[in-house]
């Protein structure tokens, strides 16, 4: 059987009525992404948002993520949460008191098992990785974090493991952006993924884009924002600049070892389906 986990990421949800960047109402996108997520022909075993839930880390712009995120728990979708640059540890803990899986720690990291059956050997586990230093765009896998990732992949190793972390562990080619990539700890995190040859992959966020890239001997991504994307502009002195490009989300399909596929899911409305015959 398949294991589907759906990712949305970086949908910077702020208080209702209020824009982010002073022109953008990012929930009715996060509405819409829902929408398309409750629509797709397979039910996602779980869902994880890669970091950036909301814009200023507010537990008021919290209250709206839970109300927006709702139809989700109704559709009895497990729902993950993890924090990016502009989230607040503490808040979102405080905020969502029901997702044990949190923990209390000083890093907001942990493991959970997606789909797990008595078909496909327990199906994927879900391991987030905390990239956020508070206070910094930029993200940081300091010695600790690295000693924990080594731990848990190794009580790991004969398990399907997808890694989940905001920041993503390589150059995009975009300058202001990997100007606020992962600064501290990509090499060694490489080494370690060499080692480790049952993660299947590497889901990210941050990038507002779909990019794909070799990582550590294995393939790692960043997913699209259901509301604003950075610009396509490869270049080292790009300008700073969002766009509302056709948003849309990830949906990492594990039908075995060796065997994840990726596929990007579009948000919104769209002429056909249309039979190809006639
Ligand atoms: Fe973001």
């Not at 790009?238 to 399909?253: K, N, S």
Request: net charge negative; aromatic share 6%; charged share 15%.
């Amino acid at each position: 059987m398949t294991t589907f986990l759906a990712q949305i990421t970086d949908m910077h949800i702020r208080e209702p009525g209020q824009l982010a960047y002073g022109r953008l109402d990012t929930a009715p996108y996060l509405r819409a992404a829902v929408q398309a997520l409750a629509a797709l022909r397979q039910r996602p075993h779980a869902l994880v948002l890669t970091g950036d839930l909301v814009d200023k880390g507010s537990a008021a712009e919290y209250a709206h993520l839970a109300d927006l995120l709702a139809p989700v728990q109704a559709l009895s979708v497990p729902v993950y949460l993890m924090p990016g640059n502009h989230d607040d540890r503490d808040q979102l803990r405080r905020s969502f008191p029901e997702h044990r899986y949190l923990g209390a720690g000083e890093f907001l990291q942990y493991v959970v098992e997606i789909g797990a059956n008595a078909e496909n050997g327990g199906g994927l586990c879900l391991v987030a990785l905390d990239t956020v230093q508070q206070g910094d765009s930029a993200g940081h896998l300091c010695a600790k974090r690295l000693q924990w990732l080594r731990s848990t992949l190794a009580g790991l190793r004969d398990r399907a493991v997808v890694l989940a972390m905001h920041h993503p562990p390589f150059e995009t080619l975009i300058g202001h952006m990997d100007e606020i990539g992962l600064v501290e700890g990509a090499g060694e995190l490489a080494e370690i993924l060499a080692a480790h040859r049952n993660v299947e992959r590497v889901i990210c966020g941050h990038l507002h884009r779909s990019i794909f890239a070799a990582f550590g001997g294995t393939v790692a991504c960043t997913a699209p924002s259901p509301a604003h994307q950075v610009c396509l502009d490869l270049a080292p002195d790009a300008a700073q600049a969002w766009t509302l490009e056709p948003p849309g989300f990830h949906v990492h399909a594990w039908s075995g070892p060796g065997c994840l596929v990726t596929h990007e899911a579009a948000i919104g409305s769209f002429d056909g389906p249309h039979a190809f015959t006639g």
